[in-house]
């Protein structure tokens, strides 16, 4: 099954403006997937092969001879020693655009060294898992719980694996062996129940004192777990908003998973119905609406800023769209049914605030273009 990413179109654009392109992203996210569709004539080598990266490594120049432009390197994270000679490479052809396109799925080591050795000469485009626009009639035939439980990862659609199969070799393959290469983890069976953990833990602020105390680990290092996490793209944390709240409001991020069926994996979920009854069902669709705002923006480089807002005295708004001088406040409810009840917090941020964008209402059900001042919108086109 053939699934058109959106992102195809920026590629091209900036294909045309850059003499390299980074795509950076999760394992499996189809980052190679698209740089071959959308360049097909280009050569192509993976550098998590072992004879290609030390070639790489260890003779560059070499490498580039034998794999010339135009071409895709694949991981190229994994011989960060190459980016030097890529930077004399195209600075010999700047007039060239396109030349190469690498791929990525660490997200800081790889930012890191690209912004060492090819500033000015990349453009980085970040690629996470489907989004419920790319799935189109696919999500349009499944339930709510069906899509959670399923998850984004393109495979499971192209290839029709069950999910808890596909997840739970995922987490083996590349969750943990890319871990333990970017961190000494001595104590693996910790940092699987820091991971479980945290999916119990999907849309709350994550209080590391306390999980430290569960896992047995200093807090210390589960920030240091936590962080890696993020850089791998394997969690999010949206940022608390400030505005005009000044001290009134919590000042820790929220936690989210990049793939929701990954969460929903870990905690143990095996079936749509297990998944309709489960008590973190609404964070759950609140997680999954939440990644496919962010998505939708990343899938067209476009600026925007994420945030959520909560009070010390629990008034709390799920998710602010920060995008273009203007702020969209949206609230996500698992519920299909509208009731106005649901909508309490927007209506008060919108008395409060200057809004430049009508408040956002996402939830199961039927839509209202406008209802008492909130705009009421079915999750499948929230984003669309």
Not at 94 to 120: F, N, P
Not at 176 to 188: A, K, Q, S, T, Y
Not at 278 to 304: C, H, I, T, W
Request: include cysteine; hydrophobic fraction near 40%; aromatic fraction near 10%.
């Amino acid at each position: 099954m053939f699934i058109e990413r959106k992102m195809s179109e920026t590629l091209h654009v900036v294909m045309d403006e850059y003499p390299i392109v980074t795509i950076s992203g999760p394992r499996q996210s189809g980052k190679t997937t698209l740089a071959k569709k959308c360049l097909s004539d280009y050569g192509y080598v993976n550098l998590e092969d072992p004879g290609s990266a030390e070639y790489a490594r260890f003779d560059p120049k070499g490498f580039l001879r034998q794999y010339p432009a135009p071409l895709i390197i694949d991981e190229v994270q994994r011989v960060p020693e190459l980016m030097s000679s890529l930077q004399v490479a195209v600075d010999g052809r700047r007039d060239k655009m396109g030349q190469y396109v690498l791929t990525g799925s660490h997200q800081s080591l790889l930012k890191e060294k690209v912004s060492q050795s090819l500033a000015g000469r990349t453009a980085i485009l970040d690629l996470l898992p489907l989004s419920l626009a790319e799935l189109g009639a696919i999500a349009d035939g499944l339930s709510a719980d069906e899509i959670m439980l399923k998850g984004f990862m393109p495979e499971i659609y192209r290839q029709g694996v069950k999910p808890s199969r596909y997840y739970r070799n995922y987490l083996r393959t590349y969750v943990e062996r890319d871990v333990r290469m970017m961190v000494n983890i001595r104590n693996l069976a910790a940092f699987e129940k820091f991971l479980r953990l945290l999916a119990g833990r999907v849309g709350q602020l994550v209080n590391l004192s306390q999980l430290s105390v569960e896992v047995g680990v200093s807090s210390t290092t589960l920030n240091e777990w936590l962080s890696i996490l993020e850089a791998s793209y394997i969690v999010y944390r949206l940022k608390p908003y400030f505005g005009n709240y000044s001290k009134r409001l919590v000042k820790t991020a929220k936690l989210y998973f990049t793939d929701v069926g990954l969460a929903a994996h870990l905690l143990g979920i095996s079936t749509a119905e297990q998944l309709g009854r489960d008590p973190l069902r609404g964070s759950l669709f609140e997680n999954m609406v939440v990644m496919d705002a962010v998505k939708r923006f990343m899938n067209r480089d476009e600026d925007a800023r994420f945030y959520f807002m909560r009070t010390q005295t629990g008034f709390e708004i799920d998710l602010l769209i920060e995008s273009g001088g203007r702020l969209q406040p949206v609230e996500i409810k698992s519920a299909a049914t509208c009731r106005d009840a649901l909508a309490a917090n927007l209506r008060r941020f919108a008395k409060e605030d200057a809004l430049t964008a009508l408040p956002v209402l996402v939830y199961d059900g039927e839509e209202y273009p406008e209802r008492q001042g909130v705009e009421w919108v079915n999750f499948r086109k929230f984003m669309r």
